[in-house]
């Protein structure tokens, strides 16, 4: 069973996967992942390959765990989390730990061998979007859970493993995660001070100034955000203020779709296909009884962010938490802007110099 | 020109480059091992850095020249940089500040061929003293706030020179990381009246499970809350906040410890890339009781990945106390 450990002194929650692990000579130390062989087992047709599907997306007429789906979810091979049993908090010393007890899902975003979302029709990424709205939706349900993290490793260095088959992950899990959590209480902490969403700010200010802005539609917008870590980061959020992703309207699905799909596209074609990670921040689930976000409907606004891979997170970033990030944003923004494609040819601007 | 930026909502800083801000093309998307021939970190080359900060050098020798042990140099490509000033402004909803402080690079050794867990107590105490001097010497300089010493050793770590090497860059502000900590420490402090980490030390010398090594005032453990495989801490027994205190004997026994602990995982993981990263109390130190200083060595070995990032949940495939088994069996050479 594996198990989660408090730091007493800063409040970060760990986990001991004990099913997982290693020991040194599993270690392999710069080591290149290539695909293995040509059977995938996340195409259409290797369904008895995976654990049941939890959920999919599929045509009329075809049958769970066969073919004939257009996205489709299945637990982890080897989950961070067991969905089985209690969570058990408890004190050793003056640690605290518990159980891992959370659901870890992979979304699969195609039935077909494609290596990167950005490559997916417009109308397939709103599929992915639906999903990850309905996994929130059902998930909600379970007590056990607080919070819900929908993430994406793309490519070796972000974590992408060895399969070059475009998904998406979920972990659901008990506590809030301190991160989030902090973002949260910095939102709270804007809005008790101005009344306002933090992040109706920020979008007014970056549509007005326009340096940062990559991609904009009616509902949606995305920019590199002022203060990125790191660089060619992007933000995407919807111009409404809405704290749950799951509550995502129908145009506000199809335009995201759209941007996702244009921002990821030019982010490839800008820097080579980086790696990269993205992370839905969404607001936690709101249990009756723990009612310490009081004004979470009005603080806090869902939105997703890419994080591309492309410098090194070494001993000062781990110490301080401060990081340097070479590439202005409002440059980033400039090279994601002009990084169009047209027929499959690359025209991205140069750069001065 | 460098800027600091601070994110509204976590309080983050980030510091950007303004002046020669780097292109799509000027990232390297695959890693390659690159073997510098003329090092400017050796013997001999010593023309090749900025004119020494400071250096422990044998008597007789003249400054920037040959015959030193440890070296103290500017960082030639600085995140930070000394001159100007802080400039405070707003800018809508944001905030940002120049990029004012001091990133200096101390070399360990003149051997290049050499690592710090190669060199004998004697030589590590060198380097241990130059972290010592160079965090009391920046202190008389009020705009900086922190002193952040580390070291990044191997390409996945994040060292772009072979050259044994640590780094110290010296901030106009306590970084939010080193803040959360500090904070943490006083909570624990103010709700039990002990320092949290004289308690760890209490519970991990009596449990005795993830102890790797110690000596008469130092000990080594894999914390119970090791975000990394094979993450080690070391600490000083007896409570002490700021590192820059630290009395001479001590910094041998230091010296001895260090290299203990760095060549036990030297020898276990294959030569593995590692972080080590000296936490200490801020320049204004208002921490005194509550904090105390450590060293926090963290081997690359897996990769930071979508949920990490998200979470600041570290998924550790191998539990301390794993870990410390292995940590422990090794045979240590003993010195010389």
């Given amino acids: ?353 | 020109m460098a800027q600091l930026r601070r994110d509204p909502i976590t309080g983050r800083w980030i510091i950007t480059e303004i002046e020669h801000p780097k292109g799509p093309a000027d990232f390297e998307i695959e890693s390659h091992q690159k073997r510098n021939g003329n090092c400017p970190f050796c013997y001999g080359n010593e023309h090749m850095t900025p004119p020494e900060i400071e250096a422990f050098r044998e008597s007789g020798t003249s400054r920037n020249g040959p015959g030193w042990f440890t070296r103290v140099v500017p960082n030639k490509f600085p995140a930070l940089q000394i001159e100007g000033n802080l400039d405070r402004l707003g800018v809508g909803i944001y905030d940002r500040t120049n990029g004012i402080g001091a990133h200096e690079v101390i070399i360990e050794t003149p051997h290049h061929e050499k690592e710090l867990s190669d060199l004998t107590p004697e030589e590590i105490r060198h380097v241990l003293n130059a972290y010592r001097h160079r965090s009391l010497d920046l202190r008389g300089d009020k705009r900086l706030k922190y002193m952040m010493i580390f070291k990044n050793y191997g390409q996945s770590a994040g060292a772009s020179l072979e050259h044994p090497h640590s780094q110290l860059i010296a901030l106009p502000f306590v970084p939010k990381r080193v803040l959360e900590e500090l904070k943490g420490a006083a909570r624990y402090y103010e709700y039990r009246d002990r320092c949290g980490y004289c308690d760890m030390i209490d519970q991990e010398l009596e449990e005795n499970e993830r102890v790797v090594c110690q000596n008469a005032e130092f000990l080594a453990f894999a914390p119970f809350v090791s975000r990394f495989p094979f993450e080690c801490w070391l600490l000083p027994k007896e409570h002490a906040s700021d590192f820059s205190q630290i009395q001479d004997k001590d910094l041998v026994l230091l010296a001895e410890l260090l290299k203990d602990l760095l060549s036990r995982l030297k020898r276990v993981l294959r030569d593995p890339s590692y972080n080590l990263l000296l936490h200490t109390s801020p320049v204004e130190n208002f921490y005194e009781e509550s904090y105390h200083w450590h060293m926090e060595i963290m081997p690359r070995l897996t990769q930071v990945m979508g949920f990490e990032w998200g979470t600041g949940f570290y998924i550790n495939p191998t539990p301390p106390e794993a870990a410390v088994s292995y940590l422990r069996d090794t045979q240590v050479q003993k010195n010389d």
């Fill in chain 1, 1 to 353: 069973m594996p198990e989660l450990r408090k730091d007493p002194v800063v409040g970060r929650w760990m986990i001991i996967a004990t099913e997982r692990a290693k020991r040194p000579t599993d270690f392999g130390v710069g080591q290149k992942v290539e695909e293995k062989g040509i059977s995938c087992p996340f195409d259409e047709g290797h369904e008895g390959e995976t654990p049941p599907e939890v959920f999919t997306i599929r045509q009329e007429g075809s049958r769970p765990n066969g073919p004939g789906w257009e996205v489709r979810v299945i637990p982890n091979f080897s989950p961070i989390f067991r969905i089985e049993g209690d969570i058990n908090r408890r004190a050793k010393g003056m640690y605290d730990t518990m159980y891992g007890v959370g659901a870890h899902e992979v979304i699969l975003e195609t039935p077909h061998h494609i290596r990167s979302m950005a490559e997916l029709e417009e109308s397939q990424v709103a599929k992915v979007i639906t999903t990850y709205a309905h996994r929130l939706t059902d998930l909600e349900k379970d007590p056990r859970f607080k919070y819900v993290l929908i993430f994406k490793n793309h490519g070796e260095s972000a974590g992408g493993g060895n399969i070059l088959h475009t998904r998406s992950q979920l972990i659901a899990m008990a506590v809030t995660p301190k991160l989030i959590k902090e973002e949260l209480l910095g939102a709270q902490h804007y809005f008790d001070y101005r009344e306002r969403c933090i992040f109706c700010d920020m979008i007014q200010q970056e549509i007005e100034t326009g340096a940062r802005v990559v991609l904009e539609t009616d509902a949606i917008v995305c920019f590199c955000p002022y203060a990125s870590p790191f660089p060619f980061e992007m933000w995407i959020l919807p111009k409404r203020h809405s704290p749950d992703f799951w509550k995502i309207s129908e145009t506000e699905k199809r335009e995201l779709a759209s941007v996702m799909k244009r921002a990821l596209s030019n982010l490839s074609h800008a820097l080579q296909d980086p790696p990269y990670n993205y992370v839905l921040h969404t607001a936690p689930f709101r249990r009756e009884k723990r009612g310490y976000w009081k004004t979470i409907e009005e603080d806090f606004h869902w939105h997703l962010e890419i994080m591309p891979r492309l410098t090194r997170v070494a001993g000062f970033e781990w110490g301080s938490g401060v990081y340097i990030n070479p590439t202005p944003p409002e440059e980033a923004a400039t090279y994601l802007r002009n990084s169009e494609v047209a027929d499959g040819t690359i025209k991205a601007r140069s750069h001065h110099g």
